[in-house]
């Protein structure tokens, strides 16, 4: 699957997924969701995530099937617990310094539901450093495009982890 998100001339910026079968959705996003969304396929490539947001649109998903009624109620434990990681990521930029594995650790769960908080594999130091970078370097590519011009990136990533 290709991952596109395309820069907004004159409106915001829209995300389109193309995948391998030719079909595609897309829609038109909030000015913090293309960071968020870099997020995301940073967190899902590094993690190795399949069944979160990413991979949930490559089996067939649209991107509107999330915002319906009882979504949440059908998603995967990964899409959760990967919707929680990223929120994390996206409350750390707003900080002076990133956290600590442990802090990270602390507050994903903290956040997730308490059903949940069993199965929520522990990130280390190294996997926070290689979603820090992958993003980084793809925020950085967001940031330099034109308005008009598009982000195009494969998911998933093969040996990202």
Request: proline share 8%.
């Amino acid at each position: 699957m290709f991952i596109q998100i395309k820069k907004g001339r004159d409106g915001p910026a829209t995300l389109a997924c193309l995948r391998s079968d030719g079909t595609r959705t897309w829609g038109k996003e909030h000015p913090f969701f293309p960071v968020h969304d870099i997020t995301h396929y940073a967190v899902e490539s590094v993690l190795a995530f399949d069944q979160a947001f990413f991979g949930l649109i490559a089996t067939g998903w649209s991107i509107d099937d999330f915002e319906k009624p009882g979504a949440s109620r059908r998603m995967p434990l990964q899409a959760i617990v990967a919707e929680h990681v990223v929120g994390v990521f996206d409350r750390e930029r707003a900080l002076p310094e990133p956290l600590t594995a442990l802090e990270f650790n602390e507050a994903v769960v903290a956040s997730l539901p308490p059903a949940e908080r069993p199965a929520f594999q522990r990130l280390t130091e190294a996997q926070l450093s290689r979603v820090r970078e992958l993003r980084g370097a793809l925020e950085a590519r967001w940031y330099a495009l034109s308005p008009g011009d598009t982000l195009e990136i494969p998911f998933p990533v093969r040996g990202a982890t």
